[in-house]
C-alpha cells in the first residue's frame, strides 16, 4: 500500500521561499510521487514541512488545471470557513509554470501500517481496542468540521490517514468537493478499493470528463471501508487484484460487500458494529460523522 517515490529534486523557488522563513538548510527527502504530483518531507532545526509540487509538465497533461493548485484553493477555502485548523497550511507559490504547496508535516503512520498487529487473533489485548475505538473517533471528528460546512474530503483511505498516539489525522485534500466553485479537475472517484456503491455507479454511467460530486456519506463508506480492510487484511469486496478497474467499480456498485464476521481476526462486537453501519449500502442509512463520534464516544 505504497506510493512510487520521488525522483525530482524539490522546486527551487520553494525550498528558497521556506528557507527565508525557517532558515537554512532544509533537507529534502522524497516521500511519495503519484496522481502527477510529487510530495517530500522537508526538515530543519525546528520545523518538518510537507512540499507538495506538480510534475513538470503535469498541467499540460491534464490541461489548464494543476491538482496542487487545486489543493492550495481547497486548503484556502476551508481555513477561510473554520473547517481547517489555519496552521496546517504553510505557504504556496507557482514555478515553471507549475504549482507548490507546502503544509505542516503531520507525523504518525498510514492505516494500514498502524493497524498491522491488530491482524490477527493475538492483536485482541484489552489495549486495543479501546485504542481502535479512538482511532475511528478521532477520525469521525476530523470529519465533523468538513461535513459542517458542506464540504467532502472525497478521497477516505488508508494512506490519506495517518495514525500517532491513538489519534488519526486527515491530509491531502486536493480531491475535495464542496459548495464553493474552484477551479478544478473533473471528480472521478479516488482509490478503487474504498468507493462507495452511489459514486461507483456515477463513475460507470457518465462520460470520463464528467465531474461526479462527492457528498458526505462517501466519506463515511471511506472510513468504514478502511477500517474493514486494515483490520481484516480483506477489501470490502472480492475481486482479484488484476481484476479492470470497471469490473471492480461494477462489483462495487452491487453494495455486496463480504460480511465483516467472516473475515474479523477477532470478534469485537462494538467497532464491528460502527464498521457495518459506515458500510450501510444506502447513503443515507449511513451515519454522519457526528453521529459516528458521538456513538463511538460513548462506548
Excluded at 459548495?179 to 460507470?204: C, F, K, N, Q, S
Aim: proline share 8%.
Amino acid at each position: 500500500m505504497g506510493t512510487e517515490p520521488a525522483v525530482i529534486p524539490p522546486p527551487a523557488e520553494a525550498v528558497s521561499v521556506l528557507e527565508g522563513r525557517f532558515g537554512r538548510p532544509l533537507v529534502a527527502e522524497p516521500v511519495s510521487r503519484r496522481r502527477g504530483s510529487q510530495v517530500w518531507r522537508l526538515t530543519g532545526d525546528h520545523v518538518r514541512l510537507a512540499l507538495k509540487a506538480d510534475a513538470p509538465g503535469g498541467c499540460t497533461a491534464r490541461g489548464t488545471v494543476s491538482e496542487v493548485g487545486q489543493e492550495e484553493a481547497v486548503l484556502t477555502t476551508l481555513i477561510g470557513v473554520g473547517a481547517l485548523d489555519p496552521a496546517y497550511r504553510v505557504a504556496a507559490g507557482a514555478w515553471e509554470d507549475e504549482h507548490w504547496l507546502a503544509v505542516r508535516w503531520i507525523g504518525g503512520q498510514q492505516l494500514w501500517r498502524a493497524l498491522s498487529t491488530t491482524r490477527g487473533p493475538e492483536g485482541d489485548v484489552p489495549a486495543v481496542r479501546p485504542w481502535l475505538l479512538g482511532i475511528a473517533r478521532t477520525w469521525a471528528e476530523r470529519l465533523t468540521l468538513l461535513h459542517a460546512a458542506g464540504w467532502t474530503h472525497a478521497d477516505v483511505q488508508p494512506t490519506n490517514t495517518l495514525v500517532e498516539a491513538g489519534t488519526a489525522h486527515l491530509i491531502d485534500y486536493a480531491l475535495a468537493c464542496g459548495p464553493t466553485p474552484v477551479d478544478r479537475l473533473p471528480y472521478r472517484g479516488a482509490l478503487t478499493h474504498t468507493t462507495a456503491p452511489e459514486i461507483a455507479g456515477r463513475l460507470l454511467s457518465t462520460a470520463p470528463d464528467t465531474h461526479v460530486q462527492a457528498e458526505w456519506p462517501t466519506d463515511i463508506w471511506g472510513l468504514g471501508a478502511s477500517l474493514f480492510w486494515c483490520w481484516t487484511g480483506n477489501r470490502p469486496f472480492a475481486y482479484e487484484d488484476d481484476t479492470p478497474r470497471e469490473e471492480m467499480l461494477k462489483i462495487i456498485a452491487k453494495a455486496g460487500t463480504t460480511p465483516l464476521s467472516d473475515v474479523r481476526p477477532w470478534r469485537f462486537r462494538e467497532f464491528e458494529d460502527a464498521v457495518t453501519a459506515c458500510l450501510a449500502p444506502s447513503p443515507q442509512d449511513r451515519p454522519s460523522a457526528v453521529e459516528l463520534a458521538a456513538l463511538l464516544g460513548a462506548l
